[in-house]
Nanobody
């Protein structure tokens, strides 16, 4: 059974950094598009960055460009989200997702994914 399991988020001060990981079970991430999405209080779920399944291009939502990065572990079954220069507006529940059919910039769309990790809350506050 395919499962994605995200690490625990937490409370971070503004300007701080946090790295989330997402372990994949029964799924080889090198064959799949990967994405991190988030849902802020009172808002819909949005893709913030992703790596497409066709050419591994990384796409970013504008608000995280230059601050957040996505990567895949060398063993191929873990993805990471490195978040730097965190802002209060980054407060949200964060989700990892993977699917073999998320191509190009479509990998930012929540609708592209069948496989999801559980949400993990991140709070940026002093």
């Amino acid at each position: 059974e395919v499962q994605l399991q995200a690490s625990r988020g937490g409370l971070v001060q503004p300007g701080g950094s946090l790295r989330l990981s997402c372990a994949a079970f029964d799924l080889a991430l090198e064959d799949f598009a990967m994405s991190w999405l988030r849902q802020a209080p009172g808002k819909g779920r949005e893709g913030i960055l992703c790596m497409s399944s066709d050419d591994y291009t990384v796409y970013y939502e504008d608000s995280v460009k230059g601050r957040f990065t996505i990567s895949r572990g060398t063993a191929g079954n873990t993805m990471f989200l490195q978040m730097n220069s965190l802002r209060p507006e980054d407060t949200a529940v964060y989700y990892c997702a993977a699917d073999y059919k998320a191509y190009g910039s479509g990998c930012l769309s929540a609708g592209s994914y069948d496989y999801w990790g559980q949400g993990t809350p991140v709070t940026v506050s002093s």
